[in-house]
């Protein structure tokens, strides 16, 4: 009996001291204690600052990559309906040179807009030129009546012309001057004012409008 009450006399002390030892619980974050994401070094905050603003038509033209700056790449390919789209037999024109394929998106609204532009700079020696990439004539013909095309269009078949252009997303687009350097590049799915912007940069002392 002893033995027993004196066991239990020390079960009781060690659970005693347990208790105390123990370290209290943390207490849980109230919310103003929890943390929030902070932005990046160089990002903001769109809770904090709002939106983004929208690129400025000037950030827009592109400065690298396109091989800007270079001479355009050789070009020459069937013209569909007949003949030879050859950028080299075009030396001192102004080229726009567009990188397409029937089934894009933005070519269905592009395509008006480069027809506008074709026949308003006509005068200033403009040519507007697609290239359609792995397609056959047939279905590029009736994409080009579908949109009233009014310009050139050339048929890469077998897709060389746009791996030496390294059109790897389409649409794109190239601005080449006259003396058939690119000054300027940019992925399809533009408006007028960026086309407009790029046409600036080949048809120098010409006051082009979106």
């Known amino acids: 009996m002893v033995g027993l009450v004196t066991g239990a006399m020390v079960a009781i002390a060690i ?7 123990l370290p209290e619980p943390s207490p849980a974050p109230t919310a103003a ?7 990046s070094p160089g990002t903001t905050s769109s809770a904090a ?3 983004t603003p929208t690129a400025s038509v000037k950030a827009s033209i592109s400065t690298t990559g396109f091989h800007i700056g270079e001479p355009a790449p050789r070009l020459s390919v ?13 030396h001192g024109r102004p080229v726009w040179i567009n990188f397409m394929q029937t089934t894009c998106p ?5 395509f008006p807009l480069m027809n506008g532009f074709a026949a308003r700079y006509a005068d200033a020696g403009l040519l507007v030129v697609a290239i359609d990439i792995r397609e056959d004539e047939g279905t590029v013909a009736s994409f080009v009546r579908s949109l009233n095309a ?13 791996q030496d252009w390294d059109a790897v997303a389409l649409p794109v687009h190239f601005w080449v001057d006259g003396d058939g350097i690119i000054r300027g ?3 399809g799915g533009i408006g007028p004012d960026i086309m ?3 046409l600036g940069l080949i048809l120098p002392g010409v006051d082009v409008t979106p």
């Open 185 to 187: 590049g940019a992925l």
């Open 49 to 51: 600052t709002g939106p």
């Open 78 to 90: 069937p013209q569909l309906g007949g003949g030879q789209i050859d950028l080299a037999s075009l």
């Open 33 to 39: 204690a929890v943390a929030t994401p902070t932005a």
């Open 196 to 198: 407009a912007a790029n």
């Open 15 to 21: 659970l005693f001291s347990a208790v105390i030892l």
């Open 150 to 162: 009014q310009f050139p269009i050339g048929l890469d078949s077998d897709g060389l012309a746009a």
């Open 106 to 110: 933005p070519c269905v609204d592009e």
